[in-house]
């Protein structure tokens, strides 16, 4: 298949309009946040309305198929809502059951596939996704889920060319000019993940996540001016982020301007006391200014906060082996190499800062 050019056929007028024609009113609602119910200890109600919602149905459909047993459409609909109730072992045994019935059946084909992904068999999920668009290869959702299991399984370049797909039959389709985004981003192309994040922003220009993933992007190539633009813009949509922090601390790090660094390191730690990241960080800097008792005291936290930081121990192991502190730099060094071998340690860049979007409140290159 042709390579999609993503910066054709992109209209983002078009998007807003088809959003707007899904709204059902002009009342204006509030709902809370579901952590604040989890504090609160009791049950978010619109979890409980859904839920109520799915069994209601499901109670209905089972009662329409007793009279109608042979109804494959009714049973393909039943196993939707056993999927969004999270049965998705009934979902797969009915399903399979309509499929052996109807073999060409390609939306069957496409919820098993569904049911597959969401259970965790990656590789039956594939296959039945896959007969799915070949029975229907004009089918988008097909494709985007096809594409969601590729990444599961690091098949970037197959991901890519699934998204590719969708946004072949949907250009306005916002999501998956992301999750495209993504897959570049994982095969270091960032050049067309920058033009893809550029493309989606133009339907979601107050994204925050996606900002903060065009940022990095242009860290990964060395455009630090570009970087920074974009870091700033999260900051202006969400000022209280400490990511964002972190991130624009990094920036500022690899622009060899030190003081703006450690005050957007020490605001990141002001937010969230409990963010390793900007510890890690901060103790480079420390240590690159020749503080080195302060860069320790910032690594020994960092690696507290988040004992799978393995750059921090190897940051700390230099650090102690500086100092003549041998037998501390030894086990720094030992934990190190435990944590190397169980995962790839994150990349460091020049300025020996770890840059780049954290999503997890762990270590940026993670």
């Not at 990095?216 to 001016?225: E, R």
Request: proline letters at 4%.
């Amino acid at each position: 298949m042709a390579d999609i050019d993503v910066n054709e056929e992109f209209n983002p007028q078009e998007y807003r309009d088809k959003q707007e024609s899904k709204k059902k009113s002009d009342l204006i609602t509030m709902k809370i946040h579901p952590e604040i119910w989890d504090e609160l200890g009791v049950r978010d109600p619109e979890q409980i309305k859904l839920e109520t919602a799915i069994m209601k149905k499901t109670r209905q459909l089972k009662k329409e198929l007793r009279t109608d047993p042979d109804n494959l459409d009714k049973q393909i609909e039943l196993c939707t809502l056993y999927i969004d109730g999270a049965n998705f072992d009934l979902a797969i045994k009915l399903i399979r059951n309509v499929i052996n019935k109807d073999p060409k059946n390609a939306r069957a084909r496409k919820i098993l596939g569904t049911a597959y992904a969401l259970s965790n068999h990656e590789d039956e999920a594939i296959r039945e996704l896959q007969r799915s668009t070949e029975l229907d290869p004009d089918d988008a959702e097909t494709h985007f889920n096809l594409g969601g299991v590729f990444m599961l399984q690091d098949s970037f370049l197959c991901a890519e060319r699934e998204f590719k797909k969708v946004i072949e039959l949907d250009p306005t389709d916002a999501t998956v000019y992301a999750n495209l985004a993504v897959a570049y981003s994982m095969q270091q192309s960032h050049m067309e993940e920058i033009q893809t994040l550029r493309k989606v922003l133009m339907f979601d220009p107050e994204n925050k996540e996606l900002r903060s993933a065009l940022s990095n992007a242009f860290f990964n190539i060395g455009d630090f001016d570009e970087a920074l633009t974009s870091a700033l813009c999260v900051i202006e949509l969400d000022e209280k982020d400490p990511q964002a922090h972190c991130n624009l601390g990094s920036i500022y790090s690899a622009q060899n301007m030190a003081e703006e660094a450690i005050q957007s390191f020490q605001k990141a730690i002001e937010m969230d006391p409990d963010y390793s990241l900007p510890h890690t960080n901060l103790g480079s800097l420390y240590g690159l200014a020749g503080r080195t008792e302060s860069a320790i005291k910032e690594f020994k936290k960092a690696t507290t906060l988040n004992p799978s930081d393995a750059q921090a121990f190897l940051s700390l192991y230099h650090s102690y082996k500086e100092i003549g502190r041998q037998e501390d730099s030894v086990k720094a060094y030992q934990k190190y190499e435990m944590l190397t071998k169980e995962k790839t340690a994150p990349a460091a860049n020049s300025s020996g800062i770890p840059g780049g979007v954290s999503m997890t409140g762990e270590t940026a290159s993670q």
